[in-house]
């Protein structure tokens, strides 16, 4: 038996306690002291009181969800206590007194997936909706977390086994014909074509969990600082008169028009013979030559990289007109002149490199690795004259995909996936 706090930390207005596990149910009742447990599915107000001595500890709401009908596929009970760090830790004090232990980090997930209640794509998926920040990883997290690519995997796995079977009554009858590889080919070569158009998402998903990456650099002392404050809307960098104040890559996370991005402030580009200051130029130009979009601030050098929008700051000094114009952003950190006008260029473009639409069906790096593999299977099947290498060629493809939900040989990721979850979950 399990127990973990799945709201947040209090002091918070309610406090919600999860219990999973054969017994939580025989425990909930204890905890009631003598009061009827609520009809399965039903929140009803109960006192919670200490086994020990009956002494009230909290009222609040209790549900019970028997198993399998329940989120882990056990007997799970919920407490919506008052989020008072007193109230909380004396409830969960009691459930030790019971005999429940602490979750480990994706317990409460991880026995879903081991009792057959989500597959590990929608694992991934409801890890992903728990770190969703802006809308895009919403609705991609969402999308996921219903089994899309689950649905999608066993329908492909399905295929594979029919021309299995089909290939393998090849064998029975090889001496009869010479013509079933040229029967199966096509299939065979019609369903990779399926899956690496599966796998064309990959890329845009890739964006949306992790952020486009802009990367904002120039000289020492040209406004990096200022501008990435600007942008952020809060003071994240430290600004001051001094040449190279900034040493390392500071990243900060921005919301473009539900589109996560992440903005990176460099150090000023610049020759110099402090050894710090050195591999801090070293690691501004090797994180702007990765970026999606370079924010080139004042005069110099732009890293090759992405695309580049070159940047002049301090308008309000120069007198040239704010605004974004010709490939060039003029704004003022200072006064704001401009920035709204950059802010909307920024938007558009995140816009652009994660178009809207239906989101993408391959999301994670483990699930591309191992679509690339089965079509990669299901390619050398096509191409494969013996029968029995084919058939082989085919098992292999099939056995990729049912890594892919969890099928089969799942432990080894198991531990990578579900330590990313928060305790209570």
């Known amino acids: 038996m399990i127990f973990a706090l799945s709201s947040g930390l209090p002091p918070s207005g309610v406090a919600v306690l999860r219990l999973s596990g054969a017994g939580v149910i025989r425990a909930a009742a204890q905890l009631l002291g003598g009061q009827a447990l609520p009809p399965p599915r039903t929140a009803m107000l109960r006192s919670i009181r200490r086994v020990a001595d009956g002494r009230l500890l909290d009222r609040g709401l209790v549900l019970v969800f028997p198993g399998p ?12 206590l008052h989020g008072s760090p007193a109230v909380v830790a004396a409830v969960q004090q009691e459930c030790l007194a019971l005999g429940l232990r602490p979750a480990e980090p994706g317990e409460f997930t991880r026995r879903a997936f081991e009792n057959g209640r989500l597959d590990l794509t929608q694992a991934e998926a409801l890890s992903d909706l728990l770190a969703a920040e802006t809308e895009a990883q919403r609705e991609q997290a969402l999308a996921n977390a219903g089994g899309r ?26 001496d009869e014909a010479d013509v079933a590889p040229a029967l199966t080919a096509g299939p065979i070569r019609r369903l990779a074509s399926a899956i690496r158009e599966a796998l064309a998402s990959a890329p845009v998903a890739e964006r949306v969990r992790h952020g486009l990456v802009v990367a904002v650099v120039g000289p020492p002392n040209a406004g990096k600082s200022s501008l990435v404050n600007a942008l952020a809307a809060r003071e994240v960098a430290i600004v001051t008169d001094v040449p190279g104040t900034t040493r390392d890559v500071l990243e900060v996370h921005l919301d473009l028009g539900g589109v996560p991005a992440v903005l990176l402030d460099t150090a000023g580009l610049r020759e110099t013979a402090d050894v710090v200051e050195q591999e801090g130029v070293r690691r501004a130009l090797a994180r702007a030559e990765a970026a999606d979009l370079v924010l080139a601030v004042g005069e110099g050098e732009v890293p090759a990289g992405g695309e580049v929008l070159r940047v002049v700051s301090k308008v309000d000094l120069s007198g040239e007109a704010p605004g974004v114009r010709e490939g060039v952003a003029y704004v003022s950190a200072r006064t704001g002149a401009g920035l709204e006008a950059l802010r909307a260029h920024l938007v558009a473009w995140a816009r652009g490199r994660v178009p809207r639409g239906e989101p993408a069906l391959v999301t994670t790096a483990r699930q591309a690795h191992l679509l690339e593999e089965a079509a990669g299977f299901l390619e050398a099947a096509a191409a494969e004259a013996d029968a029995v290498l084919r058939a082989e060629a085919l098992r292999l493809a099939a056995a990729s995909l049912g890594r892919l939900t969890g099928a089969i040989g799942a432990e080894e990721v198991l531990g990578a996936i579900f330590a990313r979850f928060c305790i209570g979950k």
Request: glycine share 2%; proline share 0%.
């Open 69 to 80: 009908a329940s989120f882990t596929g056990e007997d799970m009970v919920e407490l919506h």
């Open 149 to 174: 690519l689950r649905r999608q995997a066993e329908a492909w796995r399905e295929a594979i086994l029919a021309l299995r079977a089909e290939t393998e009554a090849d064998l029975d009858f090889a």
